[in-house]
Nanobody, 126 residues
């Protein structure tokens, strides 16, 4: 049974930083691309960042490029999202996802992910 468990969310002031973690179990973690998405109140879930298996190539949404960094530790089966210079617009529930094996769908699309965590809430006060 695959489980993804996010942690690290909380309340932070604008300009501050947070690091989210997503611990995986029940899958060969190193063989999966991983992604972070977020969903703000009243909005659809949107792509934030992703990291490929093998070469750790990374992708970012334009809105977070230069502020957020995604990384992974295959030994710990964990993917991270370091978030700096947070803005009120970053307020959302953040979800991590594990890519569908062999998917050719772009990393920024929800449909390319087979497994999701329950989410962790990030609130940025202005």
């Amino acid at each position: 049974q695959v489980q993804l468990v996010e942690s690290g969310g909380g309340l932070v002031q604008a300009g501050g930083s947070l690091t989210l973690s997503c611990a995986a179990s029940g899958l060969q973690f190193k063989n999966y691309g991983m992604g972070w998405f977020r969903q703000a109140p009243g909005k659809e879930r949107e792509f934030v960042a992703a990291i490929r298996k093998g070469d750790d190539f990374t992708y970012y949404a334009d809105s977070v490029k230069g502020r957020f960094t995604i990384s992974r530790d295959n030994d710990k089966k964990t993917v991270y999202l370091q978030m700096n210079r947070l803005e009120a617009e970053d307020t959302a529930v953040y979800y991590c996802g594990a890519r569908s094996t062999g998917s050719s769908i772009g990393y920024e699309y929800l449909s390319g992910y087979a497994y999701w965590g329950q989410g962790t809430r990030v609130t940025v006060s202005s």
